[in-house]
């Protein structure tokens, strides 16, 4: 159990770059007067405010969304920030922009977006591919994925876009960003395929350089 507990709080296993993220966000959380200067706002981003694509992510409306994004974002980045460093690092400098130009094109109704729930997704999507590619007949990964979806399907459906399910917004005229969870879907699986690719790729350049050195060793 001691060996567990180190292994989950080692110093270099921790997600450095995902705290301090999720750090950021608390810090806007506690400080209400910057929601305005940093929420993705499209009137503002028309007019040159390019901050507002990424800080957006950052700002959660109310507590219950706070939480339930901040908390999954964490665990995620424990989960991939030292097993794929490169990648998830890219990923929360790349996804953010990507989300939020899926949202002006797409959905021009939205003019106010927030919160994590998008990368979340994205990331999710990429574990649960990566982790399904290992073991075909492993359930665990989709099984997450799904009950996040239908999480996201309700909140749409049964609270008609305004919250409901187990996440209550502050703001009554926010609904549910579809678009923005479609984004980080195609993000995650875009990620995860290439990754897959690339890693077909090297395996054959392996190859060679073994059986070469292997028919040289008798040399």
């Known amino acids: 159990m001691r060996s567990l507990i180190r292994q989950i709080f080692a110093v270099e296993r921790l997600p450095w770059v995902f705290l301090g993220v999720a750090l950021a966000a608390t810090i806007t959380q506690l400080n209400a007067p910057w929601r305005g200067f940093l929420v993705y706002d499209r009137t503002a981003i028309a007019h040159g405010e390019w901050w507002r694509v990424w800080t957006g992510h950052l700002i ?15 665990i995620l980045g424990r989960l991939l ?11 929360l400098i790349t996804m953010p922009a990507v989300i939020s130009a899926a949202v002006y094109w797409f959905d021009p109704a939205m003019t106010r977006y927030g919160g994590l729930s998008a990368v979340n997704v994205g990331l999710l999507l990429f574990l649960a591919c990566n982790g399904w590619q290992k073991s075909w007949v ?30 209550q917004f502050d703001d009554p005229s926010v609904r549910v960003a579809t678009v923005a969870h479609i984004g980080g879907s195609l993000f995650g699986v875009l990620a995860w395929l290439g990754t897959y690719w690339w890693g077909k790729r090297a395996r054959p350049m392996s190859g060679p350089t073994l059986s070469t050195a292997s028919r040289r060793t008798p040399d």
């Open 81 to 91: 920030e030292w097993q794929h460093p490169w990648l998830s690092r890219t990923a």
């Open 138 to 167: 492993d359930w665990f990964w989709p099984a997450v994925l799904v009950i996040y979806v239908g999480e996201i399907i309700l909140e749409a459906t049964k609270g008609h876009g305004h919250g409901g399910g187990m996440i």
């Open 60 to 74: 959660h409306f109310g507590w219950p969304h706070f939480i339930a994004d901040v908390g999954l974002f964490v």
